[in-house]
């Protein structure tokens, strides 16, 4: 009796979603987040915090860690300036619709396209760089482009921030939570989708071949300065795309917003949710943002016994969140998507798991 999948061609082995079962599951999900906003106010009311508001901060913060994470995950270069980045879409895409009055449909590329020519000017040293080396590099980009998001006032309105007007298509505003989850959703769909896809193209496998030993993949002809330069560009685009979506979204851009704390929890994002797997920047950005709703709420129900318990909550928020990164290094370094990877293949051929 056949077991498993089995496959005849390569074609169908290469297959992003090789059953009808993993298919429907897709559909499913899909459907679920298109209905997400009808039901919204009655999650928000239960738990006393705005659903739409968080679904697209997380949403926004997937399409920044999917950069990071073809950055760092396959490639293996990290950035400590990703925060940064994502300040450079928000003020270029502020600057375009606010002042120069260009639609946000060419502002919002145009926002990708300029923070990925500054990735790609800050990644030069990764010929020479790597490791830890590699990360002071980029975090002097984090201080200086947060120096001069701060200090250009003529530019970014320094302190006081930039106010950037509705993003609109032609005459339909997305003037409201509502209307923007549906904007962001759709983005974050083609940037997932964009992203697994290009693990499985010629400059994909390059990135892994470099993550894994650079010096076999430079011996065997690939272009080491290339496609380091070109994951940073990449990296970028996805960071300033992010970047555009949140000063769209805010309305009001700061540097306050772009701070080395953003990049900490950009790198956090891939580490907790998965180096290297495309589901890791979905599960990292959503258990980054949904932790300090978690820690709200026995805070909440602590205050009236504990009225000192919501200071006591700020000043140990950063704490607690350097403990999570720390066990999971230690007792999951894979990340939530190697943990899901695991039960699920546990339970494929259940009972006859082994």
Same mark, same amino acid.
């Given at each position: 009796?056949?077991?498993?999948?089995?496959?005849?061609?390569?074609?169908?082995?290469?297959?992003?979603?090789?059953?009808?079962?993993?298919?429907?599951?897709?559909?499913? !999900?899909?459907?679920?987040?298109?209905?997400?906003?009808?039901?919204?106010?009655?999650?928000?009311?239960?738990?006393?915090?705005?659903?739409?508001? $968080?679904?697209?901060?997380?949403?926004?913060?997937?399409?920044?860690?999917?950069?990071?994470? +073809?950055?760092?995950?396959?490639?293996?270069? +990290?950035?400590?300036?990703?925060?940064?980045?994502?300040?450079?879409?928000?003020?270029?895409?502020? +600057?375009?619709?606010?002042?120069?009055?260009?639609?946000?449909?060419?502002?919002?590329?145009?926002?990708?396209?300029?923070? %990925?020519?500054?990735?790609?000017?800050?990644?030069?040293?990764?010929?020479?760089?790597?490791?830890?080396?590699?990360?002071?590099?980029?975090?002097?980009?984090?201080?200086?482009?947060?120096?001069?998001?701060?200090?250009?006032?003529? !530019?970014?309105?320094?302190? %006081?921030?930039?106010?950037?007007?509705?993003?609109?298509?032609?005459?339909?505003?997305?003037?409201?939570?509502?209307?923007?989850?549906?904007?962001?959703?759709?983005?974050?769909?083609?940037?997932?989708?964009?992203?697994?896809?290009?693990?499985?193209?010629?400059?994909?496998?390059?990135?892994? %071949?470099?993550?894994?030993?650079?010096?076999?993949?430079?011996?065997?002809?690939?272009?080491?300065?290339?496609?380091?330069?070109?994951?940073?560009?990449?990296?970028?685009?996805?960071?300033?795309?992010?970047?555009?979506?949140?000063?769209?979204?805010?309305?009001?851009?700061?540097?306050?917003?772009?701070?080395?704390? &953003?990049?900490?929890?950009?790198?956090?994002?891939?580490?907790?949710?998965?180096?290297?797997?495309?589901?890791?920047?979905?599960?990292?950005?959503?258990?980054?943002? &949904?932790?300090?709703?978690?820690?709200?709420?026995?805070?909440?129900? &602590?205050?009236?016994?504990?009225?000192?318990?919501?200071?006591?909550?700020?000043? !140990?928020?950063?704490?607690?969140?350097? $403990?999570? +990164?720390? !066990?999971?290094?230690?007792?999951?370094?894979?990340?939530?998507?190697?943990?899901?990877?695991?039960?699920?293949?546990?339970?494929?051929?259940?009972?006859?798991?082994?």
């Amino acid at each position: 009796m056949p077991c498993g999948l089995f496959h005849s061609s390569y074609r169908k082995d290469d297959e992003i979603f090789k059953t009808w079962w993993v298919r429907g599951w897709l559909i499913g !999900l899909l459907a679920f987040l298109v209905a997400l906003p009808t039901f919204a106010p009655g999650i928000s009311q239960i738990l006393n915090t705005n659903v739409t508001n $968080l679904c697209i901060i997380i949403m926004i913060y997937i399409i920044g860690a999917h950069g990071l994470n +073809i950055l760092t995950g396959f490639t293996g270069q +990290i950035s400590l300036g990703h925060g940064a980045f994502m300040g450079v879409g928000a003020y270029t895409a502020g +600057i375009l619709a606010a002042r120069l009055h260009v639609p946000f449909f060419v502002a919002l590329p145009a926002a990708g396209l300029m923070t %990925a020519a500054v990735g790609m000017v800050f990644g030069i040293p990764s010929l020479r760089l790597k490791g830890l080396y590699l990360a002071i590099a980029t975090m002097a980009a984090q201080f200086i482009l947060d120096y001069a998001m701060r200090n250009w006032t003529s !530019l970014t309105g320094g302190s %006081a921030g930039l106010n950037v007007p509705y993003a609109a298509i032609g005459s339909f505003e997305f003037n409201t939570d509502e209307r923007f989850y549906y904007l962001v959703l759709v983005l974050v769909v083609l940037a997932t989708a964009f992203t697994k896809n290009l693990t499985r193209t010629r400059p994909g496998r390059a990135f892994v %071949a470099i993550r894994d030993r650079y010096l076999a993949a430079e011996v065997i002809g690939v272009n080491l300065f290339k496609y380091r330069i070109m994951s940073f560009g990449i990296s970028s685009f996805y960071v300033g795309i992010a970047g555009g979506l949140w000063g769209y979204y805010i309305t009001i851009i700061s540097d306050e917003h772009f701070t080395i704390w &953003l990049s900490v929890q950009f790198l956090a994002m891939v580490i907790i949710g998965g180096l290297g797997h495309v589901l890791g920047a979905i599960y990292g950005a959503i258990f980054m943002v &949904l932790l300090p709703e978690l820690l709200r709420i026995p805070s909440e129900a &602590l205050s009236g016994t504990f009225p000192q318990m919501f200071v006591i909550f700020g000043t !140990l928020q950063e704490g607690v969140f350097g $403990l999570i +990164i720390i !066990l999971f290094l230690i007792f999951e370094p894979d990340g939530l998507a190697a943990r899901w990877h695991t039960i699920r293949n546990y339970w494929k051929l259940w009972p006859f798991s082994y």
